[in-house]
């Protein structure tokens, strides 16, 4: 079975630095990709990236980049010139390209980012 | 452009009470669907999938049920609440392989 691990309960980034919040995976399967997604205080999941297991390059979209090293089978979140806005849960997940149609996607727990001004 | 509507945004209930969320999907035809919970402080737990009209998939036992009588509605239902079923459960779509996307949840608290 697939397992999604985040070992940072919490991050603290100052506004305008850049900060990385770490996902690992495990997986026996080829094929699969990997998402990020924001979760803000009041609650709704936002798609943030998505990344393949055969891109050959690293997803960004705007200030989000995904470092993925596969053969480590991780897969972290890049965010570059921090925001307060960006202040929320961030959670990492999964979803295998072999299990059919149901594309069902496995969470890990969580980081907790905060941006001081 | 799709949109996903999920009510009520907050529900109190009594433990034994029965239960009922509702999420709708528009702007799309035939999504994937999929019931979460989310326990205080916690990742998403998946609870339902769907992947067509009364084809429902449950993935964790529990006193919880769910319906997809029409193709982009998508309902959560319990006849009998229990303490541990509070939590916030959020519904999502995707259409083939793409992302999921979330409803704004519902949080549920059971008294």
Redesign the interface.
């Known amino acids: 079975a697939q397992k999604i691990t985040q070992t940072q309960p919490g991050m603290f980034v100052q506004e305008k630095e850049a900060v990385t919040l770490d996902c690992t995976y495990d997986t026996s399967d080829q094929s699969y990709?990997l998402?990020w997604?924001k979760q803000p205080s009041?609650?709704?999941?936002?798609?943030l990236i998505?990344q393949g297991s055969y891109d050959e390059q690293n997803a960004t979209e705007g200030r989000y980049s995904l470092n993925f090293q596969k053969a480590r089978k991780s897969a972290n979140l890049v965010i570059s010139a921090s925001q307060l806005g960006d202040s929320a849960m961030y959670?990492c997940a999964m979803?295998l390209?072999s299990g059919g149609?149901?594309?069902?996607?496995?969470?890990?727990?969580?980081t907790l980012l905060t941006v001081n001004p | 452009s799709q949109t996903i509507h999920q009510w009520p945004a907050t529900l109190v209930q009594p433990v034994g009470s029965p239960l009922s969320l509702e999420c709708t999907v528009e702007g799309t035809s035939n999504p994937n669907l999929y019931w979460y919970r989310q326990a205080a402080g916690r990742g998403l737990q998946l609870l339902f999938y769907s992947i067509g009209i009364d084809q429902i998939s449950s993935e964790v036992p529990q006193n919880l049920s769910a319906s997809r009588p029409q193709d982009r509605q998508f309902i959560l239902s319990s006849k009998k609440l229990l303490l541990s079923d509070s939590g916030f459960y959020l519904c999502a779509w995707s259409y083939s392989n793409q992302p999921q996307h979330f409803g704004d949840g519902t949080r549920l608290s059971i008294l």
């Open positions: 990709g998402f997604y009041s609650g709704e999941m936002i798609f998505y959670f979803r390209n149609s149901n594309y069902k996607l496995t969470f890990g727990k969580g």
